[in-house]
């Protein structure tokens, strides 16, 4: 194989516009994200028309714009890549119909990459010397996936959200309580002020031998909760609120985690997706697998939300392993790992 394997690789599953370029995987030469974020706030999420739009809006400056910060040039790529799903079909279909145009254009091999894929791989960008076995949570607004990872490309699934995941119910309290979007960022700030102990909130699932996990009884009861002193015209104090709702998130994470990490004797535990960027989670579930000698991997803050630097990562690997698309690869909304 080539030496020095240059990648660009295209992220629009969601609100994020999103270009990178790397070299043999782990190098990132540029890694350019245009945010949507302040078009969907006032909505209390994404909204996918205005995100499909936006993305046609932003590809081709963040593609140009990565190219200039890797300091190559179009015909210096050896391959491109973009993510196929899970996402939203509009929003995808942007990406990888403009990727599959370059590859066909310049006659460069395409690679269709997962983004859950994308959002572990980011912690081998962070730390490069992560020894696998490892067990990853992977925990953003679409999923909570916990899997056993034996090396590149080998995974095995050992749980999942049977409904809501993570992320969306953060957004969906913050949502209830007006707090705005994306909602985890803003609990986490009110959390800070808040008792984790002043409301008792379910913590659904933990009594399942399982590693699956739900989290809509628990966004229910949260609502319940508000709607009730609503009603009974009791002040409501929302960064109570917060703390003891994340608090329950925190530790169904963390037990559930926890115990996999034991029963599968893996060298660490490993995080992804944006609910990784919540720092008391990682507080917490650090100590906890500290008790345990094991230590816990997260990929830097600008790695754990949508970006294209992880899709070009795992590219990589696909390339190594000639795991090329037809140029008539298709979105999957609903794609699994
Ligand atoms: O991975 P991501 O950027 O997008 C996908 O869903 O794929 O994750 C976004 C999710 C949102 O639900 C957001 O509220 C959550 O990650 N999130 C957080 C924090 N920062 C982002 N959740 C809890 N605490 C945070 N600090
Ligand atoms: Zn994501």
Redesign the pocket.
């Given at each position: 194989m080539k030496d020095n394997i240059k990648i660009l690789a295209i992220e629009t599953?969601?609100d994020e516009t999103a270009a990178a370029v790397s070299k043999n995987g782990l190098n990132i030469l540029a890694n350019v994200v245009s945010s949507q974020v302040d078009w969907h706030r006032k909505y209390g999420g994404v909204v996918p028309e205005i995100a499909s739009r936006k993305h046609m809006e932003f590809i081709n400056p963040v593609v140009e714009e990565a190219l200039k910060e890797a300091g190559l040039q179009l015909k210096e790529i050896d391959a491109i890549a973009a993510t196929y799903g899970p996402g939203l079909v509009g929003s995808l279909l942007v990406g990888l119909t403009y990727a599959k145009s370059l590859s066909l254009a310049l006659n460069k091999p395409f690679i269709g990459v997962n983004?859950i894929a994308g959002?572990i791989y980011a912690n081998f960008i962070s730390k490069q010397d992560i020894e696998t076995p490892v067990v990853c949570l992977t925990v953003?607004?679409?999923?909570t996936d916990l899997l056993y990872f034996k090396e590149y490309g080998e995974y095995e699934i050992l749980g999942r959200t049977k409904d809501d995941a993570a992320?969306?119910a953060?957004?969906k309290i913050a949502r209830y309580l007006g707090l705005g979007y994306?909602?985890?960022?803003i609990?986490?700030e009110k959390a800070k002020n808040g008792k984790e102990d002043a409301i008792d909130f379910p913590r659904p699932f933990l009594d399942k031998p399982n590693y699956d996990f739900s989290f809509s009884g628990l966004k229910t009861a949260v609502i319940n909760y508000i709607h009730n002193k609503k009603q009974k015209g009791e002040k409501l104090n929302i960064n109570n609120i917060a703390a003891s709702f994340q608090k329950a998130v925190i530790d169904i994470l963390t037990i559930k985690t926890t115990k996999a990490a034991l029963n599968k004797g893996v060298n660490s535990v490993i995080l992804s997706?944006?609910?990784a960027?919540?720092n008391r989670?990682k507080e917490v579930l650090e100590e906890k697998l500290s008790e345990h000698d094991i230590p816990l991997y997260y990929p830097d803050h600008e790695l754990?939300?949508?970006n294209a630097a992880m899709i070009s990562t795992v590219a990589y690997y696909q390339y190594k392993k000639n795991d090329f698309a037809e140029l008539d690869i298709n979105a999957d909304p609903n794609l699994k790992l």
């Open positions: 599953s969601c983004h959002h953003s607004g679409g999923h992320g969306e953060f957004d994306p909602g985890g960022p609990i986490e997706g944006g609910v960027a919540n989670f754990c939300t949508d």
